[in-house]
Nanobody, 115 residues
Framework: QVQLVESGGGLVQPGGSLRLSCAAS????????MGWYRQAPGKQRESVAV???????NYADAVKGRFTISGDSAKNTVYLQMNSLKPEDTAVYYC?????????WGQGTQVTVSS
């Protein structure tokens, strides 16, 4: 049983910040890759940030230097700190865990960047 619950989305002005969180149950945090995808209206889902079991991270070029992914093993939670937000960051953000070769997804949280 794997469940992911996202929170932290909302409406923010350009240049603002949001922190998304994804709390997981039913998995071993330290042995699973995890991260975030996003899907803008009319677009395909795209990878945003990934953190591996050893703590290594990768970011999409569009967010590199602005977003930071991190995890808290005690809370079994992964975070996405989003700074210097742009209107193009507007999307539904989905948390994932890679468990046994399978992706598990949260339901998504809406991020809207607008003046």
């Amino acid at each position: 049983q794997v469940q992911l619950v996202e929170s932290g989305g909302g409406l923010v002005q350009p240049g603002g910040s949001l922190r998304l969180s994804c709390a997981a149950s039913g998995i071993i945090f330290s042995r699973n890759a995890m991260g975030w995808y996003r899907q803008a209206p009319g677009k395909q889902r795209e990878s945003v940030a990934v953190i591996g079991p050893g703590g290594g991270t990768n970011y999409a070029d569009a967010v590199k230097g602005r977003f930071t992914i991190s995890g808290d093993s005690a809370k079994n939670t992964v975070y996405l700190q989003m700074n210097s937000l742009k209107p193009e960051d507007t999307a539904v953000y989905y948390c994932f865990r890679l468990v046994g070769g399978k992706y598990y997804w949260g339901q998504g949280t809406q991020v809207t960047v607008s003046s």
